[in-house]
């Protein structure tokens, strides 16, 4: 082994938080130290840490069947499957481990749904500035950030970029080779920008005048995020095709290609395939997790959550100008603040993580990004805008190199 590279290959710039337990909306590190934990695994851990009913099912399942290959049927599958399509605009599904495969999969669903009405040509998707996808090379693909794509040209090609929220830029680019439209219905990593009501109904329209598909990405927004199941059911419209993962799984590896008979008409035998999607383990975790969150109330009590915090930024926002520039970005409990240009978004979010026990993650277009479980209570709000006010009056931006 080199001396010079360490077991973990160094993708990652992980910081002094190193965490050994969790507990609801709490971090333990290895030290004992506490954090309020506002990230969330990046709106993973929807349910927070150890939530009692998700830790059951894991464990029971663990104990009955873990893993068997797709050859055979599945019980646990088709009966997740089918929650999830009754919970959506969807009738048919692909399970996957994450986001990144679940955008894969959506990709190749729109691709096939043109080749098999006989049109290949009609192989690319317009997509948007600022998009993360994940980190495959279909994904990186998507995106126009050169952060994720440099060094791994060539990229595949089939992909047209257009200003995220600009309608009439998108539509310019629509030709004889347009499958669709992929977008995030709530940008995440870019920047927590909301889609606009014209631009998300513009695309539905133009699609549905035009023979095409619009795929929504929910990985991040979607599942009860924004304080209501799915993102898009804040535009009204319905997607074609929507790739989720994050918050399903509530920490377990789970990511789902949604869709429309129509959409997934191409998809048939030997057209896809994951030695692991779908696997017990997963549908045992994910059907926990769908339990709690269409349990009674859950979700009008994160819609309410997401007014609280808004609310109580909102009123905090305007104290420190010398940080934050005004206004929200995002939806519910996916939210976002704009720094100032002098005040480095990475820098205060390490700041908030090691003076104040806050975690948060920093987003593109210098936004930090508030994610919390979505479980919180007004209590935990009540500790964060504390925390948040605390590091914000000592704050002192860290000078340029």
């Not at 060094?151 to 309608?167: I, K, Q, T, V």
């Not at 109580?312 to 206004?327: K, S, T």
């Not at 920093?362 to 990004?369: H, I, L």
Request: hydrophobic fraction near 40%; charged fraction near 20%; charge should be negative.
């Amino acid at each position: 082994m080199s001396a010079s590279m360490p077991a973990l290959m160094p993708v990652y710039p992980r910081c002094d938080v190193r965490p050994v337990r969790g507990e609801g909306v709490y971090l333990y590190g290895e030290r004992g130290e506490q954090y309020l934990d506002f990230a969330s695994g990046i709106a993973v851990n929807a349910l927070g840490h150890a939530h009692p009913v998700l830790t059951k099912a894991i464990a029971d399942q663990a104990a009955t069947l873990m893993h068997v290959s797709n050859l055979y049927g599945s019980p646990q599958g088709e009966a997740f499957a089918q929650k999830l399509v009754d919970a959506s605009f969807a009738d048919t599904l692909f399970f996957t481990n994450s986001g990144t495969e679940a955008v894969e999969c959506a990709i190749k669903t729109a691709r096939r749904y043109h080749f098999a009405n006989g049109n290949p040509e009609r192989h690319t998707l317009i997509t948007f500035n600022n998009a993360f996808h994940g980190r495959t090379m279909g994904a990186i693909s998507a995106t126009n950030q050169a952060k994720m794509r440099d060094g791994f040209e060539p990229l595949l090609p089939g992909f047209a970029y257009a200003p995220f929220n600009d309608l009439e830029a998108a539509l310019a680019l629509v030709d004889d080779n347009t499958a669709g439209f992929m977008v995030e219905t709530i940008q995440g990593e870019g920047g927590v920008s909301a889609a606009t009501p014209e631009f998300i109904q513009g695309l539905r329209k133009a699609a549905d005048e035009r023979g095409l598909l619009l795929v929504l990405d929910e990985v991040q927004c979607g599942y009860g995020r924004t304080g209501k199941m799915w993102a898009y059911e804040h535009y009204g419209i319905t997607p074609d095709i929507m790739s989720v993962a994050k918050g399903i799984g509530g920490g377990f590896p789970l990511g789902a290609c949604l869709a429309t008979a129509e959409a997934a008409k191409g998809m048939v035998f030997g057209t896809h395939g994951s030695t692991y999607g779908g696997n017990p383990l997963a549908m045992a975790a994910g059907e926990a997790v769908l339990g709690v969150i269409q349990g009674d109330g859950f979700l009008d009590n994160v819609a309410k959550m997401g007014e609280r915090l808004r609310s109580a930024l909102e009123q905090m926002i305007p104290n420190f100008d010398h940080v934050f520039e005004p206004g929200l970005r995002g939806k519910g409990l996916m939210t976002g603040v704009k720094l100032k240009p002098e005040a480095d978004a990475r820098q205060f979010v390490a700041h908030l993580r090691d003076n104040h026990g806050l975690l948060l993650v920093s987003a593109g277009e210098n936004v930090v990004r508030i994610l919390p479980p979505l479980i919180i209570e007004e209590a935990h709000i009540d500790e964060f805008v504390t925390k948040l006010s605390d590091g914000a009056r000592v704050f002192v931006p860290a000078a340029d190199d």
